[in-house]
């Protein structure tokens, strides 16, 4: 047994003393017989699980949208969030205040809340297998601004496959028919928002922990929300109050088990799997919603999806 193995066992067994018998029996076999999976077993798990609540998620934004803004809805997703966040500085509760880079914690809060506002509006607005397809166009947007804000060279493979991504976009909007749809550009709009956390995010974790980065980006998040959404404010009823809070908890859980199966497996493998989302999604829309993507949306799906995970998978070679 390794030695990671070995206090993974130990950490079980102290866990466990604290069950009913019985149902410490069943913990500990269920901790002995995750321990015993590979790496990238582990990793596959969670990361389908999390692309799985991520996916609920979605679909709980889809069903109140039918009454409240979407901007509401995202409200209470970042602020639940945040109060979720907020434990982890239970023995330091002053360090978030102790930041070197306020400003760059602000500009990362709003192009978060840029990407979530307009993902949340395609949810409830666009086909659900749509609006998820055009939020993995963000490795799209990560090519000009890595070349912007970082000075990082781009190969020409990179580039022409970047194109290609941006078509299937385009095939989303349909410009070019009686069907166009608008809608695809606030997706990408979004997706471009995403790209932008992403280069605040490198330029942070030279300076902030973690934690740190957490908390503004979840505290930035709820305040550009609240803004529009106390202007378009709808009163929830009890159930729909139970509902926000499920996005919220699913929102912050789905995206802990995604980031905590990249670190636990090898990520080049198990980026694939976060896509199934999109797979996820076309299911329990047409079960849900009786939704049922069109030709159009296929095709961009599939440049957009293909373009996507060569650009991400080279990426981690590279790296």
Known sequence: MSREQDKDAGKTRRDSGFLPPAVSRVWSSVQTRWNALPPNGRG??????GSLTIVCMAVLVKLLGQRL????????RSFIGFLLVLPVFMSNPLEPFRTKRPGMHLARGAAGALGNACFFWTITHMLLADAMALQ?????FMIPLALLFLGEAIRMPRLIVSVVGFVGILLYARPFSAGFDPGAFIGALGAFGGGLVVICIKRLSTTEPTRVIMFYYAFWNAVFAAI????????????ELWLLCAVGVLGIGGQALITHGFTV???????????FRIVYSAILAYLIFGELPGVWSYAGMALIVGASLYLVLTEKKKG
């Open 228 to 239: 529009p959404a106390f202007w378009w404010w709808v009163w929830p009823t009890w159930p």
């Open 136 to 140: 993995f166009s963000r490795p799209l």
């Open 265 to 275: 497996g090898d990520a080049t493998a198990l980026v694939p799997l976060d896509y």
């Open 44 to 49: 596959a798990i969670l990361v389908s699980a």
């Open 69 to 76: 803004p979407s901007f509401e809805i995202l409200f209470f």
